[in-house]
């Protein structure tokens, strides 16, 4: 894949038609005020029958599983264009929406991507049925939690939360912090350490819950003040005996029987994230780039437009390579769905490095070129570079992905 194809560019030119009517009017409401993106994307989802399409992929995978067939997970059937175009449909949206919110895409990502995945991929099919659907659907918001304030990077090693057994019942203790949709989450996949005597605490089988607003003893916190990124809302989770059933329990039973128990499906939603961060830089760089070219063709300094000098000539040069080589790795994406492949983790986390970087790079250079103007909120650069500092932290820092590239390089 070279270029988007002719039907690519249609669904593209409508999802930024709903942009500007719908986002680009509220974007100061959603990133300067309190208005949280859920209803804008529901919206977006039934304009383009996005809910639609995800009920009738996960009821015919659902159906499937119940006649006991084996369920394609890695290709979505139908032939490679049409697998082509399905993976263009969902990427083109994010890249839209973070031309003008990349929060709104974090939210979303979130609870369609990472809470209804972990529950696609490791649930039973009951719990699928329970809970996956109305996530796919944007019906209900999902969290995904593994974050605490003890533990990021090393997210296993140090994570302090904990399920007790108790007969049939499990007793969920911990709190959870950078919880993206945590303060609106009806759904919350929750991360914790099974207590085991005599097992070292780094060694201790990992266990995903899923728990309902509401529930006794589970505390949501309101929305951290943070940098950027406003159109998503972060917060806090507080557990404090919470009482669950096996049902509850991603996998049920064999969940405990499984070596390590949750590690494997937490590093699956690793490399989830990990791989729609291109996607998310492609939409600011492209943005920054649109507002950069025209700002540099209207601001006249020495008499004369700042684009004709070769100081901000080079900053765009290096605008347009970055664009460029985010979207060959867009195109990469959809090539591998096309042919029901997936990438590495190394070549997952290669991807994420490289995209963050050149979101930020490519963002801070829009600041310079818009000068004081780009530190004011009123230009929309300065959100921007706020927005793409977060790609460098979340899914994975910057230099856990130089360590997840490096070991895999040395280990071959
Ligand atoms: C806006 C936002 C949304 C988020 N959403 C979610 C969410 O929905 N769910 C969730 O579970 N989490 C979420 N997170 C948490 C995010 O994944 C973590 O912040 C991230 O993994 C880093 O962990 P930390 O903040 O604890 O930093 P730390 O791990 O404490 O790292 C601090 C610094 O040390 C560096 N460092 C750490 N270990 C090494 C090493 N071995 N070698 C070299 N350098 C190292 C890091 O790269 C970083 O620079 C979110 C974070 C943000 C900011």
């Not at 449909?89 to 973070?98: D, G, R, V």
């Not at 006794?216 to 917060?235: D, I, V």
């Not at 008499?303 to 347009?320: C, N, T, V, W």
Request: hydrophobic share 40%; net charge negative; with cysteine.
């Amino acid at each position: 894949m070279h270029e988007w194809s002719e039907s690519q560019q249609m669904i593209r030119d409508a999802v930024r038609r709903f942009i500007d009517d719908e986002v680009a009017p509220q974007v100061e409401e959603l990133e300067h005020g309190d208005l949280p993106p859920y209803d804008i994307l529901r919206k977006l989802y039934s304009t383009f029958g996005m809910d639609e399409m995800a009920r009738a992929r996960f009821r015919k995978q659902i159906e499937a599983e119940k006649r006991g067939e084996e369920t394609k997970k890695k290709s979505s059937g139908g032939d490679p264009e049409s697998r082509a175009d399905q993976a263009a449909a969902t990427l083109i949206p994010i890249i839209e929406l973070c031309r003008y919110c990349p929060g709104m895409v974090t939210a979303m990502g979130v609870s369609v991507g990472l809470t209804a995945g972990a529950i696609l991929s490791k649930g039973t099919t009951e719990q699928k049925e329970r809970w996956a659907e109305k996530l796919l659907t944007l019906e209900h918001v999902g969290a995904w939690a593994i974050t605490e304030p003890g533990s990021g990077s090393d997210a296993f090693g140090g994570m302090r939360s904990s399920a007790r057994r108790e007969g049939d019942e499990f007793v969920l203790n911990g709190s959870k912090t950078f919880i993206t949709n945590g303060p609106h989450a009806d759904t919350t996949v929750f991360i914790c350490k099974l207590e085991e005597e005599g097992v070292d605490l780094r060694d201790r089988k990992i266990l995903n819950f899923v728990l309902d607003r509401g529930m006794p003893g589970f505390e949501q916190s309101g929305a951290l003040r943070k940098m950027g990124l406003h159109s998503s809302p972060t917060g806090e989770l507080f557990l404090s005996d919470v009482r669950v059933g096996m049902d509850r329990l991603l996998g049920g039973e064999a969940a405990l029987s499984r070596a390590g128990g949750g590690r494997e499906s937490a590093k699956g939603t690793f490399q989830t994230e990990r791989s729609g961060v291109a996607a998310m830089a492609l939409g600011i760089v492209d943005r920054c780039l649109e507002l950069s070219l025209k700002y540099a063709r209207e601001r006249v300094q020495f008499e004369r437009p700042i684009g004709e000098y070769q100081l901000i000539q080079d900053k765009l040069a290096r605008m347009e390579v970055a664009r460029m080589n985010l979207q060959n790795l867009v195109f990469r994406t959809i090539e591998l769905s096309a042919h029901g492949k997936t990438m590495t983790f190394a070549e997952a986390s290669a991807m994420k490095l490289y995209s963050a970087r050149a979101a930020v790079e490519v963002a801070m250079e829009a600041v310079q070129i818009y000068g004081g103007n780009g530190y004011m909120s009123e230009y929309v650069v300065e959100q921007l570079a706020r927005d793409a500092k977060v790609l460098q932290i979340y899914a994975g820092t910057d230099e856990i992905q130089i360590r997840a590239i490096a070991k895999d390089l040395l280990a071959a």
